[in-house]
């Protein structure tokens, strides 16, 4: 059809798709114990024992116990960028199964970005281009290698110390 856009169908063609995630999560708790006890003992009677000696055998003991803490933790990540996938596979239901990896090098760094799902054929809009928020099964990865990346990222003794004596 000579006047409309060509989008993906078959094995080979390249749709883009457009990353717009946000995942945002939050988590509360409060936690409060206590435990309050008491114990007595005493003798009355002994062999062998005199009065005056049993009056200094009685026992008392209290015990308390008492605990709060509170905890919150909040994330929110954005993931925004375009790439441009291949069609490995036409599923039995015409659905695409699409991946593509996209690399960009600057200096001693690389950044890697890798992308992969399945794709409706009737979600690729105008411009064979697709939102992420309309493929099934996506899986966004985002790496980054080079010096930046070892910088960031702790040191084999840190991670000894960390994984003998955790915080």
Do not use: C, Y
Not at 28 to 54: E, H, M, N, V, Y
Not at 95 to 103: A, D, F, I, M, Y
């Amino acid at each position: 059809r000579p006047f409309e856009d060509r989008r993906a169908r078959v094995v080979g063609d390249t749709p883009t798709s457009q990353i717009e995630e946000t995942v945002a999560a939050s988590q509360q708790s409060t936690t409060k114990i206590g435990r309050d006890s008491t114990i007595s003992a005493s003798t009355s009677a002994l062999p062998f024992a005199s009065t005056k000696f049993l009056g200094r055998l009685n026992a008392d003991a209290t015990s308390n116990v008492a605990g709060n803490a509170d905890g919150k933790t909040d994330s929110t990540n954005t993931f925004t960028g375009v790439i441009t996938v291949t069609v490995h596979q036409v599923l039995p239901n015409g659905n695409l199964l699409v991946s593509g990896e996209k690399q960009i090098g600057v200096n001693q760094n690389v950044d890697v970005m890798r992308f992969s799902g399945i794709v409706n054929p009737a979600t690729i809009r105008a411009g064979n281009q697709v939102s992420s928020t309309q493929v099934a099964e996506a899986r966004v990865e985002q790496r980054g290698r080079g010096d930046v990346g070892k910088v960031q990222g702790l040191g084999w003794l840190s991670r000894f110390f960390l994984t003998v004596a955790p915080v």
